[in-house]
């Protein structure tokens, strides 16, 4: 072989031996402060305990906005702002009460909770006998003549053969969305929706649904029952199919009112006009204070600020902490940005969201191009120390993907799910089941990404 070219090789591999050791210092460096003197934890103390489930539209989302953006503040960054939202307000009222009535006087109750947009029920509450079905294909089949005048009961559970419990969930999330729609076509009175929940306990789930183009008039009340509850009345029904099922809840859809999302940015050393963001979504449900749904995704974006700043890192790209308002019942915080953005004309090159909750971090998915994701995964490496394996195509996230177009990359965080629907949008989605490192972890991993991102990847096209 040439000398000149097997001195070229020399020093190309030294170069790139010097570069490998620059990222693996650069990680180390990030994953170190995290679990040293990490800030996720405490923020995420503060938004959980002294403010609460942060619901659209709430005083408590409004609160969490205020103190984020204070938070950002104290940061150094080189501009924090609010940008201007409208966002639904939907209330719960007074608590949900539901029992069952296997003959007149004896009855059993069980827990429940509205489903988020749902109308409420007459005042006195709403009682009637009950047709369980699988989903909305079986729906479809009983037709009117089984449905009319009953409340419907949906109680296909979530698949756990799958081990990414992120399938099971989206295999059976739509007899919560649409299934009151759907039964109102067949003259249902009510809907009940078994709990988006693996585990068996007596914790009702909560979740956005919507009715549709049903006119004002024929909308039904929706709840879900917790999986105890669910197999209760499932196995019920298979003894005396004529029970009477009793639920009353008291929830109101008002006004739009005025919100923020939340904006914290370090500015671009040299592509200022290109954008990097790294997010979550800062509303939550109600019923518990919104821990893993999404304060964890918050913190872990701010925090990613806060490490590079603390690493001595300067980003040749801008790069925004986006705490998005309404993604639990409406969107509107995610597409406002996106909107902001076009109009702006700014250019976006990645975006990384995480609202998987604030486990133990495994990796993340990506939807881009074949290209990209094969430079991604020259990374893998960089991280096997740290036991984070998964760098595969998927999607992103709901708050992010309005900013999709050609050339940018979609990242999702993705923890270990397997306790996660445990907690989604139920009264158990507190603090107390947050682990301080894991969430640290997550923080890390993230601003990792995003540091290889920003100092690897070419911004020409």
Not at 249 to 263: A, G, Y
């Amino acid at each position: 072989m040439n000398k000149g070219i097997v001195l070229l090789l020399v020093v190309g591999w030294f170069g790139m031996a010097k570069a490998q050791t620059e990222d693996e210092k650069q990680l180390k460096m990030l994953f170190d402060a995290a679990l040293t003197e990490g800030k996720a934890y405490q923020w995420l103390g503060h938004l959980s305990n002294q403010i609460g489930g942060r619901l659209s539209g709430s005083v408590e989302a409004e609160l969490a906005v205020t103190y984020t953006k204070k938070q950002m503040d104290s940061l150094g960054l080189d501009k924090v702002w609010l940008q201007p939202v409208k966002v639904p307000k939907w209330v719960r009222g007074n608590p949900e009460f539901a029992y069952l009535e296997t003959d007149p006087g004896i009855t059993t109750n069980l827990p429940i909770c509205a489903l988020g947009g749902s109308v409420a029920t007459p005042a006195g509450g709403l009682k009637a006998n009950v047709v369980e079905v699988q989903g909305i294909e079986e729906l479809e089949q009983l037709g009117k003549d089984k449905v009319e005048g009953k409340i419907v009961f949906f109680n296909r559970p979530m698949e756990p053969t799958l081990i990414n419990t992120f399938s099971a969930y989206s295999g059976c999330v739509d007899q919560r969305y649409s299934g009151a729609e759907a039964a109102a076509k067949h003259g249902a009175v009510g809907v009940i929706v078994r709990s988006m929940n693996l585990r068996m306990d007596d914790f009702p789930h909560t979740g956005s649904m919507g009715y549709g183009d049903t006119p004002v008039k024929d909308r039904i009340p929706a709840a879900a029952i917790s999986t105890n509850g669910a197999q209760f009345l499932s196995t019920t029904l298979k003894l005396k199919p004529n029970i009477n099922f009793y639920f009353r809840q008291n929830c109101k859809q008002l006004e739009d009112v005025d919100s923020f999302n939340v904006i914290g940015e370090i500015t671009g050393s040299v592509h200022p006009e290109k954008v990097m963001v790294v997010g979550g979504h800062l509303d939550s449900w109600d019923l518990g204070d919104g821990s893993h749904d999404d304060g964890a995704g918050c913190v872990q974006s701010m925090e990613v600020l806060r490490l590079l700043k603390k690493t001595g890192y300067r980003p040749r790209h801008t790069i925004r902490a986006v705490l998005f308002m309404n993604e639990e019942n409406g969107l509107r915080g995610g597409n406002e940005y996106a909107a902001v953005a076009k109009d702006k004309g700014e250019k976006h090159v990645f975006a990384l969201e995480s609202d998987s909750g604030g486990f133990t971090p495994r990796g993340f998915t990506f939807d881009c191009s074949d290209a990209d994701l094969k430079k991604i995964q020259n990374w893998k490496g960089l991280f096997e120390p740290y036991l984070l394996h998964i760098f595969e195509k998927g999607y992103g996230g709901a708050d992010i993907n309005p900013l999709k177009q050609e050339g940018i990359v979609l990242a999702g965080l993705r923890p270990d799910s397997q306790r996660y629907f445990d907690h989604h949008h139920a009264e158990n989605d507190t603090f107390e089941h947050i682990n301080k490192r894991e969430l640290e972890l997550g923080a890390a991993a993230m601003a990792s990404l995003v540091y290889l991102f920003d100092s690897q990847t070419s911004t020409a096209k």
